[in-house]
């Protein structure tokens, strides 16, 4: 699972950090910070290379005795930097490319929402929550968002956090709500409340 | 008047071309140079929204592009030939924005007009400014 991921521009501003929280954040800011250095000479080392052999993913950027770092660039120059820890040995190397991929996915999705103005800093919660949301070890869970309105009860479970299971039922349902609502250790605080 | 909503115009379609120009080159590898970014402008994104590819291409290797498109889709059911020309820059409007966003999120910043000789055929130009 990796310790911290961020979303840079191609300006080499952040756009959204977040790192584990019971770690020292400042520290990984500071990885972040360093690794861009590498990402722009492996960027322009690729420039010179043959067409074929460009690609998104960069790969390992340079590992300390604790983290290993990876990156990976997009066609706009938009940088993502993941930070592992190098104790977790079973990450492999497709693995983290799967998980560049859904990273990528949900950066294009906070880029097409008409209310983000490209460049500002990504406020939104549920934007990237499937990446913010993994479970140890694991791949990235799918979060399924559905309406408070639905007239039928949400059916698959929205994974979030370690180890909880909440099934967000309508309260406007005509059928009685059978299961009981499991919240787990870290549970997503609702933006809408009360209603 | 009729500038501030060409402008608002553009405006919308340079988002719209934001955001198009990180969702289309998904799995194509990084672009080589100003070229072929307006080779998958003609060829992905003109397919993308208009369901057809730009009919020609021409550039002055100096950072002048004219795109041609001989039956745009937009202008098409209005009308062949001169009437109705002093519209036509109404349907224009989005679709230079559309190109300028899309270029702009792939790394360049370009100037878009269009004009029109006679409906259906429309061309547009990308300046590319030299740094």
Not at chain 1, 57 to 80: A, H, Q, R
Not at chain 1, 89 to 96: F, G, P, S
């Amino acid at each position: 699972m990796a310790v911290c991921i961020a979303v840079i521009a191609k300006e080499n501003y952040p756009l959204y950090i977040r790192s584990t929280p019971t770690e020292n954040e400042l520290k990984f800011h500071y990885m972040v910070h360093t690794s861009l250095d590498v990402v722009d000479e492996k960027i322009s080392a690729m420039g010179k290379a043959l067409v074929d052999q460009r690609e998104l993913y960069l790969g390992l950027l340079y590992p300390t005795e604790d983290y290993k770092v990876y990156g990976y660039v997009t066609n706009s120059k938009v940088k993502f930097v993941m930070v592992v820890d190098s104790s977790n040995t079973a990450l492999r190397d497709n693995e983290i490319r799967s998980m560049f991929r859904k990273l990528h996915n949900s950066y294009t999705d906070v880029m097409c929402n008409p209310f983000y103005n490209p460049g500002d800093r990504i406020q939104s919660r549920w934007a990237l929550l499937p990446v913010s949301a993994s479970s140890p070890g694991g791949p990235y869970s799918r979060v399924r968002i559905q309406s408070r309105w639905a007239l039928l009860p949400v059916s698959d479970p929205v994974q979030v956090g370690p180890t909880s299971c909440v099934r967000i039922q309508s309260r406007w349902a005509l059928l009685p709500v059978s299961d009981p609502v499991q919240v787990g250790p870290t549970p997503v605080s609702d933006p809408v409340q009360g209603l | 008047g009729q500038k501030m909503s060409l402008s608002v115009l553009e405006s919308m379609g340079f988002r719209v071309g934001q955001a198009l120009g990180e969702r289309l080159p998904r799995e194509t590898l990084a672009f080589r140079e100003e070229l072929d970014v307006l080779k998958f402008l003609c060829k992905d994104l003109w397919v993308a929204v208009f369901q057809k590819q730009m009919d020609s291409l021409r550039t002055n290797h100096q950072g002048t592009y004219v795109l041609q498109d001989n039956s745009f889709p937009l202008l098409l059911p209005m009308a062949s030939g001169l009437q109705y020309l002093e519209e036509a820059p109404k349907f224009l409007a989005f679709t230079c924005g559309l190109l300028r966003g899309a270029l702009c999120t792939l790394g360049i910043e370009s100037v878009v007009t269009a004009s029109v000789a006679a409906l259906p055929v429309c061309k547009f130009q990308v300046l590319i400014p030299k740094s």
